[in-house]
């Protein structure tokens, strides 16, 4: 434009203000653009340490402590740990209203025996243990038999329930060197022995079905596979075939009861843990190191806690005492998009259930109550 009086006029009626300098200059300037970035300074960054600070600011509602005294039915403890390391345990207990541990490492035979002994000599009714199976002697032809009396020993000994670890139906053989799956006909005297004492048995099959899955962009737990590469599974057995042997046993032992751990690794899906759950009348689950799942869909998980309320148990798994309020914070309050305590399980956030007391009793202590026999009842008055 050569007339810059005319181009001055236009500037200010745009609303704009002319620059100092002939319409040639502006022009110019204009062509410009912004300054050249300066170099990048920053240090250099990782997916694993990326770990953004959240700029939301939403009401914030902690829960340091349970709002009703629970059971934790899976934790894993040494009953022979020294006095004061005991002490200080209990101490770190009612801190967070955690009436009952259930510690599901007891082994067996001696071990066990002297595990109970020790949590009540120190501190009776605090604890409940678990017994574990010994499957060193797999290969002998009377091992169904010879295990359902260890138990049966075991039960007269103290012990309360049976923990099964995930090694079966993942790395167990037999002396043939074949796998042995979880619904194997060997094992149903233990099974069948477990209903017949009352006690249920809690196990741990299978492994999140990602594990199984190629580890590329797409997987929702490359960062936990990529910290903690022995996690992998690359099968066989599938995460299917595992998860599938776990309820095929359930089905075939309905006088026994059973608690399915880590919500069965379905709670990505609670619609299908729902529907097993209604087929199955004997299968519990518990919650242990999994909070993250319901965490991320409140609405949904909320629903689900509501209808299966009478089928769900209290459960932390590693003992931490920091990482239980998130347990309380996503069971008990309306709180959004706040952190879970370990990032390589879940990089996202949290949302809070919000339920009901008469939920929260049932999932904190009341099917506890129900599913283990032995617990002191005076402590949820």
Same mark, same amino acid.
Request: proline share 5%; no cysteine.
């Given at each position: 434009m050569r007339d810059g009086r005319t181009a001055a006029l236009i500037a200010v009626m745009l609303g704009g203000v002319w620059p100092v300098g002939t319409p040639a200059v502006v022009e110019a300037q204009a062509r410009r653009g912004p300054p050249p970035v300066p170099p990048d300074a920053s240090p250099p960054m990782t997916v694993e340490a990326y770990d953004p600070r959240s700029t939301l600011v939403v009401p914030?509602?902690?829960?340091?402590?349970?709002?009703f005294p629970f059971v934790d039915v899976h934790l894993h403890l040494n009953g022979l740990m020294?006095?004061?390391?005991?002490?200080?345990?209990?101490?770190?207990?009612?801190?967070?209203?955690?009436?009952?541990?259930?510690?599901?490492?007891?082994g067996s035979g001696t071990q066990l025996a002297r595990q109970v002994e020790a949590f009540e000599a120190a501190y009776p009714g605090r604890f409940v243990v678990f017994a574990n199976v010994d499957f060193? #002697?797999?290969?002998?032809?009377?091992?169904?038999? =010879?295990? @359902?009396?260890r138990l049966e020993a075991d039960?007269?000994?103290?012990?309360?329930?049976?923990k099964i670890f995930k090694s079966l139906g993942l790395w167990i053989t037999d002396a043939a060197g074949q796998r042995v799956p979880v619904d194997d006909a060997r094992l149903d005297p233990i099974w069948a022995k477990a209903g017949e004492l009352g006690i249920p048995v809690l196990i741990h099959s299978a492994d999140p079905a990602e594990f199984w899955e190629p580890m590329d962009e797409r997987n929702e737990r490359w960062l936990e596979l990529r910290l903690r590469p022995r996690r992998r599974q690359s099968g066989p057995p599938s995460f299917e075939q595992v998860l599938g042997e776990q309820l095929n046993m359930f089905r075939r032992n309905p006088e026994t009861t059973f608690i399915a751990a880590h919500l069965a690794w379905l709670g990505h899906d609670l619609?299908?843990?729902?529907?097993?759950? #209604?087929?199955?009348?004997?299968?519990?689950?518990? =919650?242990? @190191?999994?909070i993250y799942e319901p965490g991320r869909q409140p609405r949904f998980a909320r629903e689900f806690f509501i209808e299966y309320r009478d089928r769900i148990l209290m459960g932390k798994d590693s003992w931490a005492p920091d990482e239980y309020p998130t347990y309380f914070r996503v069971l008990e309050t309306a709180d959004e998009y706040f952190p879970y305590y370990r990032k390589y399980h879940a990089f996202w956030r949290m949302y809070g259930l919000d339920l009901p007391d008469e939920v929260l009793r049932k999932v904190y202590f009341e099917n506890a109550l129900r599913v283990i026999p032995g617990i002191d009842r005076s402590r949820f008055r």
């Open positions: 914030e509602n902690p829960v340091s402590r349970a709002a020294p006095r004061a390391q005991m002490d200080q345990l209990v101490r770190d207990m009612d801190a967070l209203n955690l009436a009952v541990g259930v510690n599901l490492s007891g060193s #002697d797999i290969a002998d032809p009377e091992f169904g038999a =010879l295990a @359902a009396a039960v007269a000994a103290g012990a309360r329930g049976l619609g299908r843990l729902g529907r097993l759950l #209604d087929e199955i009348p004997n299968m519990n689950v518990g =919650l242990g @190191a999994v």
